[in-house]
């Protein structure tokens, strides 16, 4: 079992930026990708970014140029840096952590963080 623990949220005007961050605990010598996905009001959860142990790293189109993703292996810490932050990138951030576990996958989910950017 992986806990993931987030912080960093909170309300931010549009342009502002913020820093959301996780950290896992438990089984992380099973993790081979952590990211974040947002779930804005009233819509499914997407994916934000994410990062791999290939490694590759894979952003939303949205978010491309604005938000970068860093992993810390070691420290089984994954951060997000949001800048230029826009109205539409509002929503409840859950960490992701991608496990394996002899041949089954497996997904882990922080318990979530709001982020709302007011105009």
Same mark, same amino acid.
């Given at each position: ?39 804005? =009001? ?45 109205? =539409? ?31």
């Amino acid at each position: 079992q992986v806990q993931l623990e987030e912080s960093g949220g909170g309300s931010v005007r549009a342009g502002e930026s913020l820093t959301l961050s996780c950290v896992a605990s438990g089984s992380v010598h099973t993790l081979d990708a952590m990211g974040w996905y947002r779930e804005p =009001e009233g819509k499914q959860r997407e994916l934000v970014a994410i990062d791999t142990n290939t490694p590759s790293t894979t952003y939303a189109d949205s978010v491309k140029g604005r938000f970068t993703i860093s992993r810390d292996i070691a420290r089984s810490t994954v951060t997000l840096e949001m800048n230029d932050l826009e109205p =539409e990138d509002s929503g409840v951030y859950f960490c992701n952590a991608e496990g394996v576990v002899g041949l089954y996958g497996i997904d882990y989910w922080g318990k979530g963080t709001p982020v709302t950017v007011s105009a």
